[in-house]
């Protein structure tokens, strides 16, 4: 399901969290947020045409691969998604509300005001694409 790219990629990657390198957050998203992030290296909230007031975050690649491979399986298009990944500092990560949704998994959901806190880390750990599917 994803490229052989982005698995390469993520296979070299260490997305492990710890106190010297932060925790990772690790979001799905189509193109039109990606474009977005990259250019900004912020997440936003603002023009999500579900009406979600929400960011959703894996821990790690493996949670987000298996989310990615539950839309599949609902039904919806997984064609065009990426992964990608920040860090954010202890601080950070704690604001995540921890949300385990059946046949998705669990994830870190952040408000308007705490993914300001995420846009902050992101700035200076930058986000970076780990996947395509």
Not at 35 to 48: E, H, K, M, R, Y
Not at 68 to 80: F, P
Not at 118 to 125: G, W
């Amino acid at each position: 399901m994803h490229l052989a790219k982005g698995g390469a990629l993520a296979a070299t990657l260490s997305l492990t969290s710890s106190a010297e390198n932060g925790h990772v957050l690790v979001r799905v998203m189509d193109e039109v947020e990606l474009a977005a992030a990259l250019s900004t290296q912020s997440f936003s909230i603002d023009g999500n045409p579900s009406g979600f007031t929400q960011k959703q975050f894996w821990t790690n690649i493996t949670q987000a691969r298996a989310f990615v491979t539950a839309l599949g399986k609902m039904g919806e298009t997984t064609s065009g998604l990426t992964a990608v990944y920040t860090r954010v500092s202890d601080a950070t990560f704690s604001l995540g509300v921890r949300v385990n949704e059946p046949g998705i998994g669990t994830f870190l959901s952040y408000d308007a005001i705490s993914l300001q806190a995420v846009n902050a880390d992101a700035k200076r750990y930058g986000i970076h694409v780990i996947d395509n599917y």
